[in-house]
């Protein structure tokens, strides 16, 4: 994973917007944080629908390797109880890869 000191705040990336295939969202909030990413509250710009939007920042290979195993397993999962991914967004700078993973949102009841 990439050091915290390159990484900015989770709010810093409010409002941003990333174009997937066919869906550009845009960041509304901060939903969790873990140690592998973040995951944020997004809207799609065409519907207007609440989704789901992991972002992870990796800078070496294997963190890379993890990460496009869990993009491989979201992208291909079927099964009725568990949300598989519906986009993906990669990019590549300095060495440091940004992956987002776009999902079905679904409120949880914490």
Excluded: W
Excluded at 41 to 68: H, M, Q, T, Y
Aim: proline content about 5%; hydrophobic content about 40%; aromatic content about 6%.
């Amino acid at each position: 994973m990439a050091s915290n000191s390159q990484l900015p705040p989770p709010c810093a990336l409010l409002n941003k917007q990333y174009t997937f295939e066919k869906t550009t969202i845009t960041i509304e909030e901060t939903i969790a944080e873990g140690g592998f990413g973040v995951v944020f509250l997004a809207r799609d710009n065409s519907s207007g629908a609440k989704v789901a939007c992991k972002r992870l920042l990796v800078n070496n290979e294997d963190d890379l390797i993890v990460a496009n195993r869990e993009v491989h397993i979201m992208t291909h999962l079927r099964h009725p109880h568990i949300l598989g991914a519906t986009g993906v967004y990669k990019n590549e700078k300095g060495g440091v890869t940004e992956i987002c993973i776009l999902m079905p949102y679904c409120k949880g009841i914490f």
